[in-house]
């Protein structure tokens, strides 16, 4: 079994990709959307992420590209050796977009264990951006 | 007052380890009593051999395709339903204590209910799954369950005693002890009522004497072993001396036989014995079964009977404990595991997509209350955990909800013939890291047939086909074999028209496990 491993989720939002965008580019936003994730603190290019049971990860976010509707980060807690998350928001010119949450990390299981929460927190942002923009749902989804 | 109801589910027990199936290692009197006064079923198989979507399969009467937890690491849906709602909505106090397991334990972000209880409890008058009480525990000392937080604070001194379940890696251990560098091994100094056995059985005891007397409940104790890693208290291990325990009639000591039998297996066989494939996280990643010797099976033989010998004394002190609260003649007892292990046979251990009986014959042994008066029986026809669910609900009187796919047990034999218990069926599907194996199986009369679906390593022709008359050790795969076509082709007949609805959308992978 490899060491590394690489876990892709995607989803299809109805909704403009500046609306999902604002949602998924802005680094201090996670806690709408990301499950487990209570509270986030962005500081520069350090975001510091705290899990339900208070346990608090550190991140360096490498990328937040709004011309390509890119967004990366690493988590640099110690567990992982290595990780790079990526979120790609892709306009479909249908009035849909594909976003795609891709973990690649070492060790592979929490690869997994990390990359396999995406899929959930992709289909958040799908609840929160169609139940009428992000601020709208913002709300509801935060802590579910 | 209507029956109350104790469900004891161990964790990856082998059909063999009971006395009253024929075992001769462990002594379990207490499981043996039962079955000598209830019913003990010889031919139960689990619908997936691994512990996750086995666990859902038992809470909702449903087929993994169905309830949708098709691999371990994938969470049962919030939707899914269960009996143990179905019995609370009747009136039945519920209660879950020991292992769990419908949601992934591999859970840094503490995102699954299952894993916060412990800190957040159940919210005031709510229910989870229908349980309006839960402890829970896993094999381990570490992590977020009740069992683990109790030890870490009234005796912390103990963790460091328990094997490491996952490597440095997150993987699942490979690392050998105690005196045969056996895989998942370890001498566990722990003092013998602190191990989770005992704690399961001394929180249900506590839980049942809250009730009152004349509460009707269902409570399910879920011990977290035989499972590995084989760490029981020390102090016990040398109730059975390891170089005295006789080796499995499945395991062949010579190398070369062990090689013949696996080779007239799909490759995937061969290739995990030979380390070059792992199929999913079931066993340790870096073990390779091949190195695994005579004398290491010994000494986890042995090992495993001392823990289902400890769980055997948990169960009768949980017995004595219904006894004196008046309740002996009114309680129902259902005995059993999620599912077996390999234990040896054709030099394997733990489990995987091997549909044979030492994953999927499994100890099932049922006591109605003696109030009701049904004669002992032995069951040879063929049942499956899916038919617990219902079994529950005919126990409490209640009808069996339309979304449960069992029946209720049968009685005996006649009883079986008379409501066509012919078959049951197991799934295994797996996909991680690029890898996918896909296995159905049905057994019916003498025969177990699986079928392979296309995945990395088979093309979807491949097949597994055992006489279980002529060979219950299912060392003859006759799937190509000319002179059995037409039973083949009647058994895959029968699998194609009993596929279990399939849940739409299939739910993601979250976990490892």
């Known amino acids: ?144 | 007052m209507g029956r109350k109801i104790l469900f004891i589910t161990t964790d990856q027990q082998r059909y063999d380890t009971l006395g009253c199936n024929g075992g001769t290692i462990a002594r379990t009197p207490v499981v043996d009593r039962l079955a000598a006064g209830g019913i003990r079923f010889e031919r139960a198989h689990p619908q997936s051999v691994v512990c996750m979507p086995s666990r859902s399969t038992i809470l909702t009467g449903q087929y993994p395709a169905t309830h949708g937890v098709w691999m371990n690491g994938v969470p049962l849906p919030p939707d899914a339903p269960s009996v143990a709602d179905t019995l609370h909505d009747a009136g039945y106090r519920t209660a879950l204590v020991g292992k769990a397991h419908f949601q992934p334990f591999l859970d840094p972000l503490l995102r699954f209910e299952e894993n916060a209880m412990s800190r957040t409890g159940l919210p005031g008058g709510m229910t989870y799954r229908g349980f309006e009480h839960l402890e829970l525990a896993a094999h381990g000392p570490t992590g977020p369950l009740h069992y683990a937080r109790w030890l870490a604070a009234e005796h912390p001194g103990a963790i460091a005693g328990f094997y490491r379940v996952l490597d440095a890696s997150f993987q699942v251990n490979g690392a050998g002890g105690g005196e045969t560098s056996a895989p998942q091994v370890q001498e566990n100094p722990i003092e013998r009522g602190w191990y989770h056995t005992d704690w399961v059985a001394d929180r249900t005891i506590a839980w049942l004497d809250s009730l009152a007397a004349g509460d009707d409940w269902f409570c399910w104790m879920s011990f977290p072993d035989p499972h590995h890693p084989w760490d029981p208290p020390q102090s016990e291990v040398g109730r059975i001396d390891w170089r005295d325990v006789p080796l499995p009639p499945g395991y062949p000591e010579r190398a070369e036989d062990r090689a013949r039998i696996i080779d007239a297996k799909p490759r995937h066989w061969r290739m995990w014995y030979d380390g070059t494939l792992v199929t999913n996280f079931e066993a340790p990643a870096r073990w390779v079964p091949a190195t695994l010797s005579a004398d290491q099976v010994r000494e986890i033989t042995a090992r495993n009977a001392v823990e289902c010998e400890l769980i055997d004394e948990a169960v009768g002190r949980v017995l004595q404990a219904i006894e004196g609260r008046g309740w002996a003649d009114d309680v129902d007892v259902v005995f059993t595991t999620d599912h077996g292990e390999l234990g040896g046979d054709f030099g394997l251990l733990f489990k995987g997509p091997y549909h044979v009986d030492g994953l999927m014959r499994l100890p099932l042994v049922w006591r109605p209350a003696p109030g009701c008066r049904l004669s002992p029986e032995v069951v040879t026809r063929p049942v499956g955990l899916v038919d617990l669910a219902p079994t529950f609900c005919a126990i409490a009187g209640v009808d069996a909800p339309g979304w449960m796919q069992g029946a209720a047990l049968p009685v005996s034999d006649t009883d079986a013939d008379a409501r066509r218990f012919e078959r049951v069926l197991t799934e295994w599907d797996s996909e991680l890291f690029g890898i996918d194996v896909h296995l159905r199986t049905v057994m019916r009369d003498h025969w177990v047939c699986t079928v392979y679906r296309p995945g990395t390593c088979h093309d979807g022709t491949e097949g597994e086909l055992y006489d279980l008359d002529g060979d219950p050790l299912q060392q003859l795969n006759l799937w190509d074999d000319p002179a059995r076509r037409s039973e083949r082709d009647a058994l895959v007949a029968d699998l194609a028209d009993h596929e279990p609805r399939a849940r739409d959308p299939r739910p993601l992978l979250e976990a490892p496990v």
């Open chain 1, 1 to 144: 079994m490899n060491e590394r491993a690489s876990i892709r989720r995607e989803v299809r939002i109805t909704g403009s990709a500046d609306e999902i965008w604002a949602v998924a580019g802005d680094p201090a936003r996670l806690t709408e959307w990301f499950p487990g994730v209570v509270a986030c603190e962005v500081d520069g290019d350090t975001r510091t992420v705290t899990a339900g049971a208070g346990r608090a990860m550190t991140e360096q976010i490498v990328t937040i590209d709004r011309l390509q509707r890119r967004f990366q980060y690493r988590i640099t807690t110690p567990m992982f050796r290595q990780h790079l998350g990526t979120v790609d928001v892709v306009d479909l010119g249908d009035g849909t977009c594909m976003v795609v949450y891709g973990t690649d990390a070492e060790p592979a299981m929490l690869a997994l264990a990390v990359g396999g929460a995406t899929g959930q927190a992709l289909t958040n942002l799908r609840a929160l951006v169609e139940a009428g923009g992000p601020d709208a749902g913002a709300g509801e989804i935060a802590g579910s």
